[in-house]
């Protein structure tokens, strides 16, 4: 089970910091990430990280801006997002992943790459 939490109502150029706690399933041996979808619009895979924390993947429409970090003891993933714009504006849910490396399958949201979902936060982001 995965169980979001942080999202919120921000201002432009304002941040949150999302949390994911994991229960019922091996956290620390998965590659994790987060995931949204706006109204009307496509699931989106926006990073994710290895189970060592060594390597990370962002869309590039986040890079440079979300910063996604795990602490295995605390079967937690967070994702700090900064300088939010509007089009941020979306669900956001964290997925465990089937393997121990970010593939590609895994950030398109396929199936059969993916062992869990959260239930999401909403992360609203005003102009």
């Known amino acids: 089970q995965l169980v979001e939490s942080g999202g919120g109502l921000v201002e432009t150029g304002g941040s949150l910091k999302l949390s994911c706690k994991a229960s019922g399933l091996t956290f620390a041996g998965r590659a994790v990430g987060w995931f949204r979808q706006a109204p009307g619009k496509e699931r989106e895979g926006v990073s994710c990280i290895t189970p060592n924390s060594v390597k990370t993947r962002y869309a590039d429409s986040v890079k440079g801006r979300f910063t996604i970090a795990r602490d295995n003891a605390k079967n937690t993933l967070y994702l700090q997002m900064d300088n939010l714009k509007p089009e941020d504006t979306a669900m956001y849910y964290c997925?465990?992943?089937?393997?121990?490396?970010?593939?590609?399958?895994?950030?398109?949201?396929?199936?059969?790459?993916?062992?869990?979902w959260g239930q999401g936060t909403l992360v609203t982001v005003s102009s």
């Open positions: 997925a465990a992943s089937s393997y121990d490396y970010c593939s590609g399958a895994f950030l398109r949201g396929e199936d059969n790459a993916l062992d869990a």
